[in-house]
């Protein structure tokens, strides 16, 4: 008899009942939801106890993102050609990108609930109090991190408190209440209950071998923004250097180096995303693929996002290669706690029936697909901002949320010639690049301004328009990377500058830029925009910005929708049949882009 496989199904949502929401983790933490909190941590603390022979265990789940590269639940591994049978359940520049992450966060949520009843809630015997926790577990859901925005508790960008606290409080079933570590400052791996490295031989076959970044193999816990070599125990031991994550969110690598202000943030770039009329298809949507077919629109992706919040969070935003962290490296990502909070967040939207292995539906090892995780009511949890909504309800949350700041500043603090009321001409960096082309080591691609003198030496201080972050692993460690590579699939992303143009026409320095008109646009851009390739690694040299396959800056025309109902501009929609390339801006540069004479 065959054995059988862990199905995936969710928390049960009893015949009638709403279904709970995940919540913000700020909100979250709140005093009121004190026992949710303690079975959460309490329940997270034993999944990360557990050995790595047991296959839900922390370890081994954090492990199916990549390294150590076994199979899991019985599944097949990817197809490999490589003597070690290294092989990962890769998804990243693919369509099937969002579900399988979907899938992955439902795995985990189910295994901390299944926790929670067996080890937390089965053994109290008073009934009433039985009772109110069984409750507070079957209401639970898995909270999310919203990077986009500053953080409730901390009034800062980056990572919300509980993430700075080495241990937490929480009160037991008996009301006593207990000061322990906190599961979710960072994970240590064990052995028979005592600190190991990841990659101890012992372990094998589930022992981590991060070939292209061995200094991994030594970690007995997880690490952010930590130069390794300069405090070599604080890595060993795990270190989190928080306030680098801060520093990379509050001065992204979109817009500027000066300090934050709302219309040069993440939120932006996520409000576009959301916004009407932007996509003709799911997958420019979702994944950071590049097609021949995609509009000049499409170029923004969740995907693309998703990977420069895992590149700050893991290694801030400094150009110090020795910096190091568990997120910013797709093998060992998932070993972060944060990283479970990172992917909470989702999106209903329909996708192909590809197979999402490993993750299972049954005992009988059926394969989830995209279609099966469409709606998150049918896995058991559900979003606030979901419940009891309408369309123009939804529109005008997200519009409030993630992109007020930024369309007061377009329509009222920055009004220049060509930049009408209601009306705008958008502006936006195009990039396709191969993530594999440094045979897939990470590396990240710097949209800036600067001027050169006739050396081809930057003579001036350069501004810093958008980063964008490959998120990629070694061909030899991923045979989905392998795949890519041998094919040629491309990467997609984009810098929408707008904004930073607009506040540039009024900025002393550039006396001779004072119209957001193409003309204008084109001859400021073809003096001062440039671009460069930064990787992570120490031994990789980059030359002549060998991973960039063209630069593109597209201008195109965007309005905004307008509620009578609820009196407020909502999303704004752009005119994608609109665009059209300002070659002037990239013809003569490295890998920009050229009109063609034929």
Known sequence: MSKQSYPITGIPVPPGASTPVRMNICEFMLPGNATQVSLFIQALASMQSKSFQDQLSYFRIAGIHGLPSQPWDGAPPPANTRDDGINVYCTHNMVTFPTWHRSYALLFEQVLYNIMMSEIVAPISDPSLKAKWTIAANTWRLPYWDWALPQSDTRKFGVPAVFNQSTIQITKPDGTKSSVDNPLYRFVNTIEQKPAAMGDSSMEPYNINFQDNPE???CEGTSRCIDYKKYPKGWVMGKEQNHLVEDAMAKPGWYSEQEWTPTGSIAHNLYRLLSNGLYKSYEPFASTKWSETHEA????SLEYIHNNIHDWTGEGNVENKDIRGHMAHVPVAAFDPIFWLHHC???DDPSPNSPLPPFHRDVNSTTY???NTQHCRELGYDYAELVNTNPVALKLYLYQTYGKAATDELKSDLPVKGNMEGDHHDYVVNVVYNRMALNGAPFNIRIFFGLKDEEGNFIEPSMRLGSIYSFSSSAEACQNCKDQQASKVYSKAQVPIT???ARLAHDSSYQTFSSMEPDSVAALLEKWLWWDVLPKQTSINATDNIAIVKVTVEQGQATYDYSEEQHQEILPSFD???????????????????????
């Open 576 to 598: 994608v049949d609109s665009y059209s390339p300002l070659y002037r801006a990239t013809t003569g540069k490295p890998k920009g882009a050229v009109e063609s004479t034929s």
């Open 369 to 371: 697909n995209p279609n």
């Open 216 to 218: 991994f193999n030594k």
């Open 297 to 300: 629109t499409e170029y923004l």
């Open 345 to 347: 967040p989702d999106k």
């Open 499 to 501: 904004i930073p143009l």
